[in-house]
């Protein structure tokens, strides 16, 4: 195997590998949220796969990429459907375990955003869109999910809260493709916007922060 036979391999690997955690994480967060908000088992699942592939399927038929992937390629279907079995099969044999702890949620919610903006923005700049359009691709597919679960289930989505939330998005897609002009490893240029979200999540978190608001209202009462 020559060496460009070889990086396209990597890159193929480090790609699904990514694709699978940012489908799996964020159907889980979307089964937490469902358990706490009461809905029965078909709900649960319902849910799991509306944030698991509702980002990525808004991406694809923005940029014209049809049938949607998850409709060309079962797998991303199937891993959602998946991890959701797992969750409630977990909690089922966990009753002790609370599945509305504030933390297992706000981790899921900022490690899918971080792995769906970086798939999002890498799908956009493949399918050759300008590098403008493939930060926005980015921030759609990583957001996305998030707002379709919050409408189901009647909550303010977080991302009109004022948090650092979208802005964490266009951070995180800004930093993949700086890397990707830079041609860096494709482990250096998926990861470290992945972790930039988090990091920039998990600040926000613990201190508190909000973007500034129209009129000078400085209300901090944290959204949902």
């Known amino acids: 195997m020559n060496t460009a036979n070889l990086s396209e391999l990597l890159q193929g690997q480090v790609f ?14 979307a089964i937490l949220i469902a358990v706490e908000a009461g809905y029965d088992l078909w709900g649960r699942f319902v849910l799991g796969c509306l944030q698991g592939l509702g980002g990525g399927t808004i991406r694809d038929i923005l940029i014209g990429n049809l049938p949607v992937t998850w409709v060309k390629h079962s797998w991303p279907l199937i891993v959602a459907l998946g991890t959701a079995v797992v969750g409630l099969v977990t909690l089922r044999v966990r009753p002790g375990h609370d599945p509305t702890e504030r933390l297992w949620y706000l981790a899921t919610d900022a490690v899918g955003l971080g792995a769906f903006v970086v798939v999002g923005t890498s799908v956009a700049i493949q399918h050759g869109t300008s590098l ?10 990583g957001v996305g999910g998030g707002v379709v679960r919050d409408l189901f289930t009647d909550r303010m989505p977080i991302l009109f809260t004022g948090q650092v939330y979208g802005s964490a998005a266009i951070i995180g897609a800004i930093a993949f493709v700086l890397l990707d002009r830079m041609k860096v490893v494709e482990s250096v240029k998926v990861w470290v916007p992945l972790a930039l979200v988090v990091v920039l999540r998990a600040l926000a978190v613990r201190y508190n922060l909000y973007l500034p608001r129209a009129g000078g209202n400085s209300e901090t009462s944290e959204g949902s």
């Open 16 to 29: 699904h590998a990514l694709v699978v955690l940012a489908v799996s994480i964020y159907a889980l967060n």
């Open 132 to 141: 403008f359009v493939a930060v926005f691709m980015g921030v759609i597919s």
